[in-house]
């Protein structure tokens, strides 16, 4: 008898209890609908979803149809998927967590949306956000705050929290973020997930409500490493509405499950950036510090080798972030090719109009998006939009030298130096390193490092994510690094806020779809 359990399967382990008839599409996403309606607005009240799909249920259905009569698409088939909602839904409104856009409704799906039904995969909800994808708290002025399933008093991060929170709680097995500054890898370190920023070109983002051409990207949230891989076969490819997907062409492998390998830290060279690390300013930083030294001497206890690095351009970097960003610099001409491509019926069509009618925005991305209407005519001739991509192609080129002098195939580093914060409206994430990626365009990949210590509001502690930042195009080495680390730790527990619901764990016999038994525990 096999056992399968909701809140720890993976993409896997769903479709091997339904090649044998023990589970369908249907039944998976009664059972996830179950969690949302007990555990999202009641109980804990996570507050995670904006808005279910009303149409989910015949889609599976449709999906269980289809594997018996010509057997599944991928391994995505008849599995249910979160987004981050500021991804094009033709079926449902994008409303980028801001109210001002509760019902706007593009024309079609974002260009990865498309990918992954046509993969066979279930869009079950969309998720709350930073609003706009702006604050690192996941507050929005259509939701609220979402709160941390580990911790309810703490945020999960963000801007892609909602997603982070609903994966955590069991909502769904695997999701989509976007990522700017930090915002997959952000609530992956918070949520005991795991979070995949790809390399600039790699996935489109067409059809995604922007900030920066630059700095933009999508990808995957996730429980497990093997279940990032999947979800990045099919959320890369070329896109011609998407210029930068050129760089991507023939750099993916047919797929990225075959670097899964437990071994894959035997005889890897990695570099610890010791200047990532907490300077013992706060609290925090002893122990998010000492946690970090237990993963890596877990490393090199599965066979790797570390050098400690202090990178001085790391540093500079740390000292003046801002000077490496381009959002503000960038927001008018992407947001208002965004609101153009929803037809001449949307109730936007320049930011300018959308600043001028979202009074109810947050105070915080109002002032950001007031800043990029004042800078974005001239960004094209702002000698300062030149010196910061000057600054972050220097940075780039500096991370990729370490690298090459001392042999290394990864740099490693804590994603947050301290745990992330209190929920507040005046709530700040601080000392967060995903600029390492954000300012580079490399590669990075965040995935469980452990918690802290329990406490009244967090029962198994708070949890730490760690970091893997590679070379261009390198996401498939990060997953053989990250799966050997995952695999190697098991560091990943379920929340406590969030317990298992009837239904959700049984057994079954492995014995073919028509002898298939199964039992509930």
Same mark, same amino acid.
């Given at each position: 008898?096999?056992?399968?359990?909701?809140?720890?399967?993976?993409?896997?382990?769903?479709?091997?209890?339904?090649?044998?008839?023990?589970?369908?599409?249907?039944?998976?996403?009664?059972?996830?609908?179950?969690?949302?309606?007990?555990?999202?607005?009641?109980?804990?009240?996570?507050?995670?979803?904006?808005?279910?799909?009303?149409?989910?249920?015949?889609?599976?259905?449709?999906?269980?149809?289809?594997?018996?009569?010509?057997?599944?698409?991928?391994?995505?088939?008849?599995?249910?998927?979160?987004?981050?909602?500021?991804?094009?839904?033709?079926?449902?409104?994008?409303?980028?967590?801001?109210?001002?856009?509760?019902?706007?409704?593009?024309?079609?799906? /974002? %260009?990865?949306? #498309? *990918?992954?039904?046509? $993969?066979?995969? =279930?869009?079950?909800?969309?998720?709350?956000? @930073?609003?706009?994808?702006?604050?690192?708290?996941?507050?929005?002025?259509?939701?609220?705050?979402?709160?941390?399933?580990?911790?309810?008093?703490?945020?999960?991060?963000?801007?892609?929290?909602?997603?982070?929170?609903?994966?955590?709680?069991?909502?769904?097995?695997?999701?989509?973020?976007?990522?700017?500054?930090?915002?997959?890898?952000?609530?992956?370190?918070?949520?005991?997930?795991?979070?995949?920023?790809?390399?600039?070109?790699?996935?489109?983002?067409?059809?995604?409500?922007?900030?920066?051409?630059?700095?933009?990207?999508?990808?995957?949230?996730?429980?497990?490493?093997?279940?990032?891989?999947?979800?990045?076969?099919?959320?890369?490819?070329?896109?011609?509405?998407?210029?930068?997907?050129?760089?991507?062409?023939?750099?993916?492998?047919?797929?990225?499950? /075959? %670097?899964?390998? #437990? *071994?894959?830290?035997? $005889?890897?060279? =990695?570099?610890?950036?010791?200047?990532?690390? @907490?300077?013992?300013?706060?609290?925090?930083?002893?122990?998010?510090?000492?946690?970090?030294?237990?993963?890596?001497?877990?490393?090199?206890?599965?066979?790797?080798?570390?050098?400690?690095?202090?990178?001085?351009?790391?540093?500079?970097?740390?000292?003046?972030?801002?000077?490496?960003?381009?959002?503000?610099?960038?927001?008018?001409?992407?947001?208002?090719?965004?609101?153009?491509?929803?037809?001449?019926?949307?109730?936007?069509?320049?930011?300018?109009?959308?600043?001028?009618?979202?009074?109810?925005?947050?105070?915080?991305?109002?002032?950001?998006?007031?800043?990029?209407?004042?800078?974005?005519?001239?960004?094209?001739?702002?000698?300062?939009?030149?010196?910061?991509?000057?600054?972050?192609?220097?940075?780039?080129?500096?991370?990729?030298?370490?690298?090459?002098?001392?042999?290394?195939?990864?740099?490693?580093?804590?994603?947050?130096?301290?745990?992330?914060?209190?929920?507040?409206?005046?709530?700040?994430?601080?000392?967060?390193?995903?600029?390492?990626?954000?300012?580079?365009?490399?590669?990075?990949?965040?995935?469980?490092?452990?918690?802290?210590?329990?406490?009244?509001?967090?029962?198994?502690?708070?949890?730490?994510?760690?970091?893997?930042?590679?070379?261009?195009?390198?996401?498939?080495?990060?997953?053989?690094?990250?799966?050997?680390?995952?695999?190697?730790?098991?560091?990943?527990?379920?929340?406590?806020?969030?317990?298992?619901?009837?239904?959700?764990?049984?057994?079954?016999?492995?014995?073919?779809?028509?002898?298939?038994?199964?039992?509930?525990?």
């Amino acid at each position: 008898m096999t056992t399968f359990d909701l809140q720890t399967a993976s993409v896997h382990d769903v479709q091997a209890a339904m090649d044998v008839g023990a589970l369908s599409a249907e039944q998976l996403v009664r059972l996830l609908s179950a969690r949302i309606d007990a555990y999202d607005q009641r109980g804990p009240a996570i507050n995670s979803i904006i808005t279910v799909n009303p149409g989910v249920l015949d889609h599976a259905r449709a999906a269980d149809i289809e594997r018996r009569h010509s057997g599944p698409r991928s391994p995505l088939h008849g599995i249910p998927v979160v987004l981050k909602d500021n991804y094009n839904t033709a079926d449902m409104p994008t409303t980028g967590g801001s109210s001002a856009l509760a019902d706007n409704m593009a024309p079609d799906d /974002a %260009f990865t949306v #498309k *990918r992954l039904r046509d $993969a066979g995969a =279930l869009i079950l909800a969309k998720t709350n956000l @930073g609003e706009l994808a702006r604050n690192g708290t996941t507050l929005s002025s259509l939701l609220g705050q979402t709160r941390n399933p580990y911790d309810l008093t703490r945020t999960p991060g963000g801007s892609s929290g909602g997603t982070g929170a609903a994966i955590a709680a069991g909502f769904a097995l695997v999701g989509m973020g976007t990522d700017t500054i930090q915002s997959i890898r952000s609530p992956a370190s918070a949520n005991s997930a795991v979070g995949l920023r790809p390399t600039f070109g790699l996935i489109s983002r067409e059809g995604i409500i922007p900030w920066s051409y630059t700095q933009d990207t999508a990808g995957p949230i996730t429980r497990c490493v093997a279940d990032a891989a999947i979800m990045t076969d099919y959320m890369a490819g070329f896109d011609h509405q998407d210029p930068a997907t050129w760089h991507g062409i023939g750099r993916a492998p047919k797929t990225y499950t /075959a %670097f899964l390998d #437990k *071994r894959g830290l035997a $005889a890897a060279r =990695l570099g610890v950036v010791t200047n990532l690390f @907490g300077d013992g300013s706060h609290v925090d930083h002893a122990l998010v510090n000492a946690q970090t030294m237990k993963c890596i001497e877990a490393m090199r206890a599965l066979g790797a080798t570390t050098i400690e690095l202090d990178i001085p351009e790391v540093s500079a970097a740390l000292s003046e972030p801002t000077l490496f960003e381009v959002l503000e610099l960038e927001v008018k001409w992407t947001f208002d090719r965004y609101l153009a491509g929803l037809g001449p019926g949307a109730r936007y069509h320049t930011l300018a109009e959308y600043v001028a009618a979202a009074a109810d925005t947050l105070p915080s991305t109002y002032k950001s998006l007031r800043l990029g209407l004042e800078k974005g005519d001239r960004a094209g001739r702002d000698p300062e939009y030149i010196a910061r991509l000057g600054r972050q192609v220097a940075f780039r080129d500096a991370l990729i030298a370490v690298m090459d002098r001392h042999g290394l195939d990864a740099l490693f580093y804590t994603h947050q130096r301290r745990l992330v914060v209190p929920a507040s409206a005046e709530a700040v994430q601080l000392e967060r390193n995903g600029f390492m990626a954000s300012s580079t365009g490399l590669p990075a990949i965040t995935l469980p490092g452990g918690f802290s210590s329990p406490t009244d509001s967090a029962p198994i502690g708070v949890p730490i994510g760690v970091e893997f930042l590679g070379r261009p195009f390198s996401e498939a080495q990060l997953f053989k690094l990250a799966y050997a680390f995952e695999q190697g730790t098991l560091f990943r527990r379920c929340p406590a806020s969030t317990p298992a619901l009837p239904g959700e764990r049984f057994e079954y016999r492995c014995a073919g779809a028509s002898q298939a038994a199964t039992r509930p525990l």
